[in-house]
């Protein structure tokens, strides 16, 4: 859960608030649905590939979250207690779109993408939001989606740029509109139904400290 100092200071977003909004599910899934959207009728089987990716790596890191927080299944030793979803879903999203966006190379333009996607994920450490280890495994998960879908490509691909624009406008303007909803929240309200837990597991309690309530 992130930690917002107090005072004045805090009525400004710091830069990694800002730059781990990119990482946000909120921008990230409707951004990728709308070219997911645009770009299957030019290539339905690169685009599903894509879809695939998604989906396996937002269920991977899913189950971790909910592994932890309804059973308290984790890695003491690491500090781990499941995948970082904005390194993993940053590193299986941004450099897509940067794919998508240019069109040259896919191997420098996933390159530029994950790049941004590891600045996204180093975001989660100042916020006291992630470790390490969940940030790189984060990392590492959304990488191998990426590379799957890549993996076989042998020409580049571009969408039109107002189709990207459009994309990333779309995506930006959902955390505006619903502020309210925080994906963390709805996770622990599910592990807690799944597991029967009056609380769910925290960081304390994977290192051995008494669980609260």
Not at 9 to 31: F, Y
Not at 93 to 104: S, T
Not at 178 to 186: F, G, I, K, M, Y
Request: with cysteine; hydrophobic share 55%.
């Amino acid at each position: 859960m992130l930690t917002h100092p107090a005072g004045p200071a805090n009525c400004m977003p710091s830069p990694w608030h800002l730059l781990s909004t990119l990482g946000d599910s909120r921008l990230l899934l409707p951004m990728a649905a709308m070219l997911l959207i645009v770009g299957w009728r030019t290539d339905t089987t690169w685009y599903v590939r894509w879809a695939l990716a998604l989906l396996m790596v937002g269920l991977t890191v899913l189950v971790s979250k909910l592994a932890f927080l309804g059973w308290g299944i984790g890695v003491a030793r690491f500090d781990f207690t499941g995948f970082s979803g904005h390194a993993a879903m940053s590193a299986v999203v941004w450099p897509m779109v940067m794919y998508v966006a240019v069109g040259r190379s896919p191997r420098w333009d996933a390159l530029l993408g994950f790049a941004l996607a590891a600045a996204i994920g180093y975001s989660r450490i100042p916020l006291n939001a992630h470790s390490w280890s969940e940030i790189g495994a984060g990392l590492a998960l959304g990488a191998l989606g990426t590379a799957w879908v890549l993996g076989r490509e042998r020409k580049p691909r571009r969408l039109a740029a107002h189709w990207v624009a459009l994309a990333l406008f779309v995506g930006s303007c959902v955390p505006l509109m619903v502020p309210q909803l925080r994906t963390h929240q709805a996770v622990v309200q599910l592990a807690k139904a799944l597991s029967g837990a009056a609380k769910e597991f925290d960081r304390s309690a994977l290192h051995g400290k008494k669980q609260r309530g």
